[in-house]
């Protein structure tokens, strides 16, 4: 039982390269998230979607973009990383009784 | 505006106290509610969830939580704490279904619990 798996676990990034966090599940949700969190701070939505080619932005969309072009993936790309960026990003899918499912995280850190 | 309140920052329990931990929410309607645990370096475990019915709630490793509609809120218990206890406790709620809600859920900045043995 995978569930929701997350790459890398960590990384480092210079300002402004760019990377993508992937995000894979094995339970055919059709919904899922990015979230970022920061000390103190919970848990904040990046992006979501409801299906493969589906994706809509949440609180805090600005510097990343989504792509969901099957059920199972939902990369997350950073473009132009920035030093406000540094945060543990998780990604989650949700069952229709909408619990939802998290992966491990991806620790990132922008210098 | 919809939120989710968790007023304690940290609660501080010994191993085999009895421990509550808070969580009030201001939704419109009958709204789902979830408990989730973060343990260090983890993802968020879901605990349990309300959906209607019985007041008390029974979840996983032997937590409940309590809906008390009159006062909107939805307080996670344990009637005997362990040490393993120790981790970061979410409460969220999801409002309602309707025209761009599309099932996000309301998350607490979350209370990091410590069970001391």
């Known amino acids: 039982n995978a569930g929701v798996t997350q790459t890398p676990k960590f990384r480092i990034l210079k300002i402004g390269q760019s990377m993508t966090l992937q995000c894979t599940q094995d339970?055919?949700?059709?919904?899922m998230y990015w979230y970022r969190q920061d000390p103190g701070m919970g848990l904040k939505l990046i992006y979501y979607?409801?299906?493969?080619?589906?994706?809509d932005k949440g609180e805090v969309p600005n510097g990343y973009n989504v792509s969901r072009s099957t059920t199972e993936d939902f990369p997350l790309r950073l473009e132009l990383a920035a030093p406000s960026q540094t945060s543990v990003y998780f990604c989650?899918?949700?069952?229709?009784?909408?619990?939802?499912?998290f992966g491990a995280g991806t620790r990132l850190s922008v210098l | 505006a919809q939120s989710v309140a968790q007023p304690e920052d940290q609660v501080n329990v010994a191993e085999g106290n009895p421990l509550t931990v808070k969580c009030t929410y201001s939704?419109?309607?009958?709204?789902?509610l979830f408990w989730y645990v973060q343990y260090p370096n983890r993802g968020l475990q879901f605990l349990l969830k309300?959906?209607?019915?019985d007041n008390l709630v029974k979840g996983s490793y032997g937590f409940e939580a309590e809906f008390n509609k009159s006062q909107t809120s939805f307080h996670l218990k344990k009637p005997s704490a362990l040490v393993s206890d120790s981790a970061l406790y979410f409460c969220?709620?999801?409002?309602?279904?309707?025209?761009?809600?599309?099932?996000?859920?309301?998350w607490g900045l979350g209370t990091s619990l410590a069970v001391n043995p």
């Open positions: 309300y959906i209607t019915g």
């Open positions: 339970m055919n949700h059709n919904y």
């Open positions: 939704v419109s309607g009958n709204p789902y």
């Open positions: 989650a899918s949700s069952d229709p009784q909408d619990i939802q499912y």
């Open positions: 979607s409801v299906g493969a080619g589906i994706t």
């Open positions: 969220a709620v999801r409002p309602p279904i309707n025209a761009g809600n599309n099932r996000k859920l309301i």
